[in-house]
């Protein structure tokens, strides 16, 4: 079964500060791997996405995640936050096909 | 991209009467879409995988006749929520898996159920 872990429900950066959001998984094949952003009262949008080849992958908005086997982590990065990027965050992993699992979600707040 | 739409965006009803949320993707086709439940501050909980043409395959403690899908259409998936309560109060998420790139999901803006 496959199962994904956000570690910190919460978190608050200041304007222009790293962000790093982590995710763990647990898979039993090789996983695809994803990270949804949601904005409040909307659904999910796809920021970005790991299944195969480079590791390291670059999404929307300046987000980038890499993938680590031999850590099983999937953890969302980005350089300079922006007020714009407070919002809710889900990684999920899917095992092809293609039913997926959520994590619990983490809130990113940033701060003037 | 892909577009997924939901309809209502939100709706407000009596308990006791059943309420159905529609799934249309609008520029491709989905032979199987997916509902979820999300409850306030927390994850999306998968209910079901929508099939078009067969039965819906629920997730473990989820009521079929409660919850009941139909999947008439390539496009088109709908969740009824059968004598609803105010448990039922949520965000209902639909989603559908682009046939092309298929590990990809494309989530629909949601249905906020409030059930009075």
């Known amino acids: 079964a496959q199962s994904v872990t956000q570690l910190g429900s919460h978190v608050s950066v200041s304007e222009g500060a790293l962000v790093l959001l982590r995710c763990n998984y647990s898979?039993?094949?090789?996983?695809?791997l994803f990270w949804y952003v949601q904005y409040p009262n909307q659904g999910l949008q796809l920021l970005l996405k790991?299944?195969?080849?480079?590791?390291l992958v670059k999404g929307i908005n300046g987000f980038e995640a890499e993938f680590k086997k031999s850590e099983t982590s999937f953890h969302l990065t980005k350089p300079s936050a922006h007020m714009s990027d407070a919002a809710e965050y889900f990684c999920?992993?899917?095992?092809?096909?293609?039913?997926?699992?959520f994590g619990a979600g983490t809130r990113l707040t940033v701060k003037p | 991209g892909a577009v997924v739409s939901q309809h209502p965006s939100r709706v407000i009803c009596k308990s006791g009467t059943s309420v159905k949320i529609e799934c249309r993707s609008l520029?491709?086709?989905?032979?199987?879409m997916f509902w979820y439940r999300q409850f306030p501050k927390k994850s999306l909980m998968l209910m079901a995988t929508?099939?078009?043409?067969?039965?819906?395959?629920?997730e473990q403690g989820v009521e079929k006749d409660k919850f009941l899908i139909n999947h008439a259409s390539l496009t088109l998936s709908t969740l009824t929520v059968t004598s609803a309560h105010p448990e039922d109060s949520s965000f209902y998420i639909c989603?559908?898996?682009?046939?092309?790139?298929?590990?990809?999901?494309?989530f629909g803006p949601g249905t906020r159920l409030l059930v009075l």
């Open positions: 520029d491709f086709q989905a032979t199987t």
């Open positions: 999920a992993v899917s095992p092809p096909p293609i039913v997926m699992r």
């Open positions: 929508s099939n078009e043409g067969s039965k819906a395959t629920y």
């Open positions: 989603s559908a898996p682009s046939l092309a790139g298929g590990e990809t999901q494309y």
């Open positions: 898979s039993s094949v090789p996983p695809y």
């Open positions: 790991y299944t195969t080849g480079a590791t």
